[in-house]
Each structure stands twice: as C-alpha cells, then as structure tokens.
Nanobody, 114 residues
C-alpha cells in the first residue's frame, strides 16, 4: 500500500488550502483515512479522520475550519482547510488504517504566514 499526498504550500493567514492523498495497492473496503500534522518541536497530532462510511472526527483546534472528505472509488482523502492560522503551520501526513496496519504518506508542508 502506498499513499501519495499533495497540495501543501504557503498561504496567508485567513486563507484556504486543500490537501489530497491518494492510496494505492491492496486496500480493504472498510478502513480509516485521515491526516496528522507535526509542527517543529512538537509531537504528531491527529487533525481529522474519516471512515469508509463517512463518519468524521476532528481535533478541537480545527473544528469549524477544516473539512475532511473522501472518494472511496479513488481511495483518496481530502482536507479542505479554511481560515488558516499561523499555528496551523506544520507538515501534514495522511494515513490509512487498513486491515489493522497503518500506512503513511510522505508528508506535505503547509506554511501559514504573511
């Protein structure tokens, strides 16, 4: 199983950005996909996750600003980020929990700065 993330970049505070992560390989139909992030000097934290059925969970810090979605036919998860803040600056890692194993994407850097 491989995950390919894309969509990071530099954005001004208050701006928006959309991350994508496509999974390929032997993927069971029932699974979790989502995003973690890690800022310099901090531990990796869960941002959002979504089940194959569409149930979602968000970190309190992003509720109301970020939206996670997925396309099961494409095994792709998206993270729409709005009202971005400097504290959202981090490397964002997508993940797939599949048949009891967790797989990670390569990480994509999001920088929120004026």
């Amino acid at each position: 199983v491989q995950l390919q993330a894309s969509g990071g970049g530099l954005v001004q505070p208050g701006g928006s950005l959309r991350l994508s992560c496509a999974a390929s390989g032997s993927i069971f139909s029932i699974n979790f996909m989502g995003w973690y992030r890690q800022a310099p000097g901090t531990q990796r934290e869960l941002v959002a996750r979504i089940t194959s059925g569409g149930a979602t969970n968000y970190a309190d810090s992003v509720k109301g600003r970020f939206t996670i979605s997925r396309d099961n036919a494409k095994n792709t998860v998206y993270l729409q980020m709005s009202s971005l803040k400097p504290e959202d600056t981090a490397v964002y890692y997508c993940f797939l929990l599949n048949r009891g194993a967790i797989y990670w994407g390569q990480g994509t850097l999001v920088t929120v700065s004026s």
